[in-house]
């Protein structure tokens, strides 16, 4: 079945980076909008982060413009989001969502935790 495994959290002082990676298994990778989010708190609304389409286009959220990175790799099927001059208000479980539009398909992974704090 589709899989989606993120990879990379963990704790991190602030202005450090960490690089997190979704590897995805059993999907038509090239097809999908890859998007990551993250959920600061449980109970909290998961909000997007950064999004990159099938042609490669990409899209940030405001708060990480200019800091985070996300780029896609068609040949190993992987996603990955290259965060840089974390703040704490970064922290939070990050989540890999695959949408292919076409198809109405959505998956999504099951989230790497990312603590900054010094």
């Known amino acids: 079945q589709v899989q989606l495994v993120e990879s990379g959290g963990g704790l991190v002082q602030p202005g450090g980076s960490l690089r997190l990676s979704c590897a995805t298994f059993?999907?038509?990778?090239?097809?999908?909008?890859l998007t990551w989010y993250r959920q600061q708190a449980p109970g909290n609304q998961r909000e997007w982060v950064a999004r990159i389409f099938k042609d490669g286009k990409t899209a940030y959220a405001d708060p990480v413009k200019g800091r985070f990175t996300i780029s896609r790799d068609n040949a190993r099927d992987t996603v990955y989001l290259q965060m840089n001059s974390l703040k704490s208000d970064d922290t939070a479980v990050y989540y890999c969502n695959g949408y292919w539009h076409a198809a109405n398909l959505e998956y999504w992974g099951q989230g790497t935790q990312v603590t900054v704090s010094s």
């Open positions: 059993n999907m038509t990778f090239y097809q999908y909008t």
